[in-house]
C-alpha cells in the first residue's frame, strides 16, 4: 500500500515544486514589505522577515539539488564550490545594488524591496524551465 501512495506523489514535490513555492513566498514577503513605514509594528515586521525567511530557506536546498544532479559525481565538489562562490558573490553585488537603490529612496523601503521582489519573480519563471529530474546511471 504504501509503495502505490510513494508512486502516486513520487513529482509532486520535485526541486522544481520547491523552488517555486520559495520564490513565490518569498516574493509576497518583499512586497509586503515594501509598505514598511516608520508606523510599521515591530511584530508586523517580525512577520514579513520570518515569511522571507522561509521563502529563502525553501529555494536555498532545491537549487543545489537542482544544480548538482547531472554533474558526475568526480567533479560534485567542483560545481558546488563554484556554486557558492556565485551565491556569495551575487549576495554581495545584491546588497550593493539594494543599498544604493535605498541610498536614492532613503524616505522609503518600497523601491528596494520592489526591485527585490522583481528578482524572485525572475527567479520564480526560471523554474519553469526545468524538468523533473533525471536518473544518472553512474
Known sequence: KNSRVEEQNKHKYTNKTLMQAGFLTATIAL????TITIKTS??????????????VTIVNAPSMVAATEHVPSGKAGVASGLIFTIRWLGGSVGIII?????????????????ALAISALAGLLMTLTLRYPRVCNE
Not at 512586497?31 to 515594501?34: F, T, V, Y
Not at 515591530?42 to 521563502?55: H, K, S, V, W
Open 42 to 55: 515591530q511584530l508586523t515586521m517580525m512577520a514579513m522577515f520570518f515569511l522571507l525567511g522561509m521563502g
Open 31 to 34: 512586497l509586503w514589505m515594501s
Open 98 to 114: 539594494i543599498t544604493l537603490i535605498y541610498h536614492h529612496y532613503s524616505e522609503t523601503m518600497m523601491y528596494p524591496c520592489i
